[in-house]
């Protein structure tokens, strides 16, 4: 029973009563017979000797006795007053505090049950209503998540199907003998397993990244010659593409203190974008700037651009503008999400930015510029 906290309030708060009461009973005896006060003492005296001048001394031995008695029986009233008021108003208090936390221990085990939409009333008193509102916020967040769950395991079902119907197409075709057994046959299959791989390889880089499971080699280097190293391996995608590449601000250099593999990774993926989405003939200019304690990268492009709403959404995994499109064109739509993380572990920040759709866009990532450009 004492395991109980509603016993344990009860059980304190009559031991208070009982205590208060026991040493005011005491007080009371230890009052009364040694320290009656003299102007009493001299009344009750003066009234004896009034009504009987020789049973005086007896009669003012009575009258104190009477006087003690009633004393003490008012206390005793008073004593039982207390402890039946402090029995019902502990027990009140009890309920007031165990009512909220037998509701926060139902519901965090519904919670625990998966059912992340439970929420508890807020009680009044202060600090219960603190602890059912950082209760309420905890419970939002795992509904949150298991929201986000849900949706990346539809999101990665409804990727990997997309291939794996194709392939399933060629090899019921190989096999019913609709498709020769040739390179035509061969390649297209080749160019869906190699998608699926890049899925899995990006879901895999977006995991540990989101797990911040990446370790980053930070040390500072020049920012210009990765922007170049990084053009220069796109450049049969630029040649195919029809399109110019162009860097701004190289003539002042900029040393990061960053990944440089993470951040050659980042600029990749924004430059593959800016190719994928740039009709022939269109010019993609990187911009490298330096503020107080930051360096800037921004990779502009004259291409599709994105229509103002689909902006927020374009670092959410899987988002795509078009969806056919993109697909059609080899995206995962993890590669923003991925690139953001990577630059925010990093210390950086990335934005994008577009007047509108058929009027290019702007991708912007920061990185902390290195203390000491020559260490
Ligand atoms: P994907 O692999 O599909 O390109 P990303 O995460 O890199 O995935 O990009 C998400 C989406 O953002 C793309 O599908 C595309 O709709 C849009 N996007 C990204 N970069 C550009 C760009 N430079 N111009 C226009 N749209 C872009």
């Known amino acids: 029973m004492w395991r109980q906290l509603k016993w344990r309030i009860v059980g304190g708060n009559m031991a208070v009563v009982i205590a208060g009461a026991t040493l005011v009973l005491l007080m009371t005896q230890i009052v009364t017979r040694t320290v009656v006060p003299e102007p009493i003492l001299a009344e009750v005296r003066r009234l004896a000797e009034a009504s009987d001048p020789a049973g005086a001394e007896a009669a003012t031995a009575v009258l104190l006795e009477t006087f003690r008695g009633t004393i003490i029986s008012a206390v005793l009233v008073g004593t039982i007053g207390a402890i039946v008021v402090g029995w019902v108003s502990s027990l009140a208090l009890a309920r007031q505090i165990l009512h909220p936390l037998n509701q926060l221990a139902s519901s965090s085990q519904r919670i625990a049950n998966g059912r992340y939409d439970e929420r508890i009333p807020i009680p009044d008193s202060?600090?219960?209503?603190g602890v059912a509102t950082h209760f309420n916020q905890m419970a939002q967040a795992l509904a949150t998540i298991e929201e986000q769950r849900i949706t990346l395991i539809g999101n990665v079902s409804h990727e990997l199907r997309t291939p794996l119907t194709s392939m399933i197409g060629f090899l019921e075709g190989l096999m019913d003998g609709l498709f020769p057994s040739s390179e035509e046959t061969y390649a297209p299959m080749h160019a869906e397993m190699q998608r699926m791989q890049r899925l899995v390889d990006d879901l895999q880089t977006l995991s540990r990244v989101e797990a911040g499971a990446i370790e980053m080699q930070k040390r500072p280097f020049l920012l210009c010659l990765t922007v170049q190293?990084?053009?220069?391996?796109?450049?049969?995608?630029?040649?195919a593409g029809q399109l110019q590449a162009v860097v701004e601000g190289r003539e002042a250099p900029v040393f990061v203190h960053a990944d440089p593999d993470r951040?050659?990774?980042?600029?990749?993926?924004?430059?593959?974008?800016?190719i994928r989405y740039t009709p022939p003939h269109g010019t993609i200019t990187v911009y490298l700037r330096r503020s107080d304690q930051l360096a800037q990268v921004a990779v502009q492009d004259t291409g599709a651009g994105i229509p103002d709403n689909a902006l927020p959404l374009l670092f959410e995994r899987f988002y795509r503008v078009d969806q056919s499109r993109a697909r059609r064109s080899g995206g995962s739509g993890i590669g923003l999400t991925i690139s953001r993380r990577l630059v925010w572990a990093m210390g950086g920040d990335m934005t994008a930015q577009s007047d509108g759709l058929g009027r290019g866009s702007t991708f912007t990532f920061t990185l902390p510029l290195a203390t000491k450009p020559d260490s």
């Open 263 to 274: 951040t050659a990774q980042v600029l990749l993926n924004l430059l593959s974008n800016a």
């Open 126 to 129: 202060d600090e219960l209503a």
């Open 229 to 239: 190293q990084v053009l220069t391996q796109l450049q049969p995608q630029l040649v």
